[in-house]
């Protein structure tokens, strides 16, 4: 199980499982907690609390999870020991983990960020490429699977992804080329790329575009709900029918999903989540159609 | 002090009182650490009782130490609470501490890494522009210095900071530009800004062009010793003798100087390693000269 390809299949797998390419991200913000944590006193305890909650509400529902790791750092050594325990949960619960490190380092360096992920139990990470290919690798070499950053979903992204022109393409282009011909060695038996790509629902416009130069990567998609992206527009970033595959799509919503949170309608918080968990599966299944995740 | 102009002016401090703009990269690696520390089982601790040696030693021969995160979280959350006592005491030791995280991420997550540096007590970070202007922003807005990825040393980063062309220029001068708007807002008294730049010692033939772009931008600069650059290089990357400042380097050396190690000389390996931080510190004065950090 422990090469980037097999990853690629495993995902493929959780996606065709939940029958929706919907990934719950875990972002959890101590200020946005529901109510009914309010009684732990420590926050990475009230965070652990919320995140192992998250994970049983929306197991079965959805077939990914995308622990965002700075909301867990930021509690120090305490904070990782909590993120530990919610991966390992997680796993438990049959779901994919993809690790939002967004780590860009190389050689050595990069082979021990890929080390502390696979001890924390991570199935694949999110990777900056701006270092090169070098930076990319040791994460491949180290059997995780990668999703790189190549059009991210934030307003002010363009200046650096949309200005710079490289071979007459954007930036973004120029990684995404990178991120094909990486991938390329890393294609598992379902047809998808162990090398995956980060690309904004906010971008669907580029969307076709970037599809074109990564046919076989499967796009790890943010910006769905509180960022402004919708679910129905991301079907230009989808693999063609026409191809063997499937959507090759992991379209990842957070805090539209997790800070559903208390509300009037006397149901518990995770029941809510549970709830915003499934509405966003069921677009996602609509998006989905009859194909299978390869 | 906590502003990011402040922290210029607390790294131009410490340069001069080092006299020297040599920093000690904390790149510990397990299987390369003194034999004379094989006594203690747990690699974290061996980890830690190498790296407050190697502070130890260093302390008052140079003025900045480079604490490599991965090498530390390699260990989960163990390592983390060995990063955060190595930090402390540095801070000790009146060390300047730059926190090589390389982090990357936007808005509120870039808030939480930046929490996540504050808490383990950095005074810099260094950080990656790719998603843009709001992924380091957050840093600066949490009172913490930066050093942006600029040009970086290993062999393959050219792929994508120098092929990709933007406004007529490298990807590298595109950044740089965004490097040097960004930090118009944060010089300190001592004429060094608080948004800084990494630039390799491998690319001091593109130095100058770079230093053109960010006039005042402290340059932290990796990759001497071990990975080819020579100290003596990097004049072109210093700020002009003409400015009312000085160099505005700050020259990373870590494996040249951490594993200089055990030896048949009769030495322990601290003394080699205050040894090995002291020729490379006289090189970095000779660079320094007669002009002050600022």
Request: hydrophobic residues 45%; proline residues 4%.
């Amino acid at each position: 199980m422990n090469t980037a390809a097999a990853h690629a299949d495993l995902l493929a797998d959780s996606i065709d499982r939940a029958g929706s390419p919907v990934c719950v991200g875990l972002d959890p913000v101590v200020g946005r907690l529901p109510e009914a944590l309010a009684g732990y006193d420590d926050e990475a305890e009230r965070v652990e609390h919320f995140c192992t909650g998250v994970v049983e509400a929306v197991a079965g529902v959805v077939g990914v999870v995308k622990p965002q790791s700075a909301c867990f750092e930021r509690f120090g050594s305490a904070g990782v020991a909590v993120l530990e325990r919610v991966i390992a949960r997680a796993r438990e619960a049959g779901l994919f983990v993809i690790l939002d490190v967004k780590r860009g380092d190389i050689g050595s360096t990069a082979a021990h960020y890929a080390a502390a992920a696979t001890g924390l139990g991570a199935h694949a990470v999110t990777v900056n490429a701006y270092m090169g290919a070098s930076s990319i690798e040791p994460f491949l070499d180290a059997g995780l699977m990668v999703f790189v950053l190549v059009r991210t979903s934030n307003p002010d992204s363009g200046v650096i992804q949309g200005e710079a022109l490289a071979r007459g393409g954007t930036l973004a282009e120029h990684t995404a080329r990178l991120v094909h011909e990486l991938g390329r060695a890393h294609v598992g038996e379902r047809g998808l790329s162990g090398v995956g790509a980060v690309v904004g629902a906010t971008r669907a416009d580029e969307g076709a575009a970037l599809r074109e130069l990564m046919p076989d990567t499967p796009f790890l998609v943010p910006g769905v709900g509180t960022q402004g992206g919708r679910t129905e527009d991301l079907a230009p970033m989808a693999r063609p029918a026409t191809s063997a595959g499937g959507l090759g799509l992991v379209v990842n919503a957070s805090r539209s999903v997790l800070f559903a949170g208390d509300g009037t309608d006397g149901r518990d918080w995770n029941e809510r989540v549970r709830a915003r968990a499934k509405a966003l599966a069921d677009e996602g299944r609509a998006l989905h159609g009859t194909r299978s995740a390869v």
